[in-house]
């Protein structure tokens, strides 16, 4: 008998590590069955899905991952839930952060009550962050770490992504969490700061560095995001955390250096402009872990450096519709002069 076909509900896949992933899960399997639940909130890009939108093994559902009614009819005989779906980004969280937690704490407890009632639920992989540690001046965090996360979006996270531990500690569900550094790549919203910093440069303005330009970041190129996640379906352990970074750690500064020298700028397109307020200093991760079983990452920040402004250079199209509508203020610098 022909087995069926492994059902995935991906939700937040209109948001940028979810449509890469989306592309990434189409690569590697064919017999399965996506469908996609997105709010399509300011980072929700339907754009980013047009080449599966008339695939017979693809659906979208425009809706909210805190619709208990709808969740149900979503989840029914899944096999892989992953939870991409999240208010994801710092400076919003502190102008105002109720959203965040709806979404990030209660949207997680609607997709963990669905997924409690499926029978052929084999994995549930929420989609946390490293900033859930908080911030660390020296070393590296590993799983077991400290959690002090430092603002309301990496508490936000937290929240989920200890609830989703709960639900495998109480009911033995198949979750996995992840903690992944910064991401970077093709289809990331413009207010974060590459794809920000690459389109002011081919507009003609200048990139907005916020204080010195001092703290540093671990960069993850998200073509690795997607494989680690795709990796712990079949070969994450239920109820454990994994790092998931590439060992790119840059201050902010540097950064921009590349990104200039790739678009052949010199320093004086570099604006200084106010900080974040309790802006983290430091991330880093430990990744012994999820190398253990298996895993490793592909790129170097150069190398994915390159293929990310070559992208924006070439996809204009995608990235102007959305940068005209976008809070204006992240162009200049959120926080002001
Ligand atoms: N981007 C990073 O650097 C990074 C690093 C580590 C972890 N993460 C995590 O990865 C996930 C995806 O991040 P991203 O950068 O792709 O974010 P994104 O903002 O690009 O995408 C988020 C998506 O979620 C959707 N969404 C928001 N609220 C929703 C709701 N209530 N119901 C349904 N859909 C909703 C949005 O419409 C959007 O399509 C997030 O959980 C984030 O915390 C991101």
Redesign the pocket.
Known sequence: MKEKKKIYLI??A?????SNFIQYLYKKEEDIEVRV?????Y??NMESLKEFKDREDFSFTHG???DEVLVDELMQDVNVVIN?????AVDRSIESSRSFLD?DIG?VYVLLEAARKQKKLQRFIQ?S??EVYGQIMSGSFTESSELKPRNPYSAS?LGGDRLAYSYFATYQMPVVITR????YGPM??PEKVIPLFITNLIDGLQVPIYGEGKQIRDWLHVSDHCSAIYHLIENGESGEVYNVAADQEFTNIDLTHKILALMKRDNSWITYVKDRPGHDFRYSLDCAKLKEIGWNSEYNLIKGLEETVEWYQENEDWWRPVKEKMDQRYIKGFWGK
């Not at 209109?14 to 979810?18: M, N, P, Q, S």
């Not at 639940?37 to 909130?41: G, V």
């Not at 991409?84 to 994801?88: L, Q």
């Open positions: 939700t937040g209109a948001g940028f590590i979810g639940l997105d709010k399509l909130t980072s929700g909210d991952i805190c991409f779906a999240a208010e994801a979404t949207g989609v962050t490293d996270k992944a550094a910064n991401t990331a919203y």
